[in-house]
T-cell receptor
Framework: DAGVIQSPRHEVTEMGQEVTLRCKPI?????LFWYRQTMMRGLELLIY????????DSGMPEDRFSAKMPNASFSTLKIQPSEPRDSAVYFC????????????FGPGTRLLVL | GDSVTQMEGPVTLSEEAFLTINCTYT??????LFWYVQYPGEGLQLLLK?????DKGSNKGFEATYRKETTSFHLEKGSVQVSDSAVYFC??????????FGSGTRLLVRP
């Protein structure tokens, strides 16, 4: 099993640019989660999907952030426009069922906004 | 709302020492509890879990017991190795099926 796949692994961009992060969950998993990790705020849940439907996006910091899951094998997290305070590691995780609690994390995308 | 509190790190130990990382929680009801571990440059991975009171989760020599009386889920290991150096996160599954994580505790094991 390939595990959760995220791309890119590293992204450096300039303030104001659009950033798109990608995630491929483990096949057969029907819940997908996007997290952000920073030293100051720790690990924050941004949004999660169940069966491709967004269930809770209360953690999305503001309108500059958006997430989609067009099918069971792909999700994107977009930041437009990006700001330096968005610099963080973004993780995608998937699980077999939203009530399960056992989530499988990808390796993360390290984003630096200059 | 639900929350998880962990002891602050870093915790620095010599190889073969005994490890305890404290974790307490605040929640409505009796949520499932978890320990996740994050090695440098990687995502989190599940270490162990317990789904009800008095359950003991165990894996790779690590153990934690779900104590509802003290709302705690402390992580222990009898003899740590250098390879155990990582950040450890305590978490609970809330009623909305979201994992609520603690702030993480960094463990450094010296040879």
């Amino acid at each position: 099993d390939a595990g959760v796949i995220q791309s890119p692994r590293h992204e450096v961009t300039e303030m104001g640019q659009e950033v798109t992060l990608r995630c491929k969950p483990i096949s057969g998993h029907n819940s997908l989660f996007w997290y952000r990790q920073t030293m100051m705020r720790g690990l924050e849940l941004l949004i999660y999907f169940n069966n491709n439907v967004p269930i809770d996006d209360s953690g999305m910091p503001e309108d500059r952030f958006s997430a989609k899951m067009p099918n069971a094998s792909f999700s994107t997290l977009k930041i437009q426009p990006s700001e330096p305070r968005d610099s963080a590691v973004y993780f995608c995780a998937s699980s077999t069922a939203r009530g399960h609690g056992t989530q499988y994390f990808g390796p993360g995308t390290r984003l630096l906004v200059l | 709302g639900d929350s998880v509190t962990q002891m602050e790190g870093p915790v620095t130990l010599s190889e073969e020492a005994f490890l305890t990382i404290n974790c307490t929680y605040t929640a409505t009801g009796y949520p499932s509890l978890f320990w996740y571990v994050q090695y440098p440059g990687e995502g989190l991975q599940l270490l162990l879990k317990a789904t009800k009171a008095d359950d003991k989760g165990s894996n790779k020599g690590f153990e934690a017991t779900y104590r509802k009386e003290t709302t705690s889920f402390h992580l222990e290991k009898g003899s740590v190795q250098v390879s155990d150096s990582a950040v450890y996160f305590c978490a609970l599954l809330d009623s909305s099926y979201k994992l609520i994580f603690g702030s993480g505790t960094r463990l450094l094991v010296r040879p």
